[in-house]
């Protein structure tokens, strides 16, 4: 079953709510940069990120070097964002 995408009005009304977080160009992702004081407060916000991320069994694309971290969201089941990417941003915003 497929999960419904967000809305152009709902993606840009996100947007303005996380205005750290971009569009991917396709639409169909947003994509933020995090940096960190070092490598062990990183891996921290990875490790409670990740705790949610199965919890709730969705989880981020991501890469991490030393205090960055680059994380995509996007829901493969609606092939774009959906509810499930606006719920793990707030969460994720509330991490920092």
Known sequence: M????LTEAETAALLTEL?????REDGKAILRT???GDFNAAFGFMTRVALYADK?????????????????????????????????????????
Do not use: Q
Request: charged letters at 20%.
């Open 2 to 5: 497929m999960i419904p995408c």
């Open 34 to 36: 995090f940096k960190f």
């Open 19 to 23: 205005p750290g977080w971009t569009l």
């Open 56 to 96: 709730h069994d969705h989880h981020p694309e991501w890469f991490n070097v030393y205090n960055r971290v680059e994380m995509t969201l996007t829901t493969h089941d609606a092939d774009g964002l959906s509810a499930r990417d606006a719920a793990m941003a707030r969460t994720i915003e509330g991490y920092l």
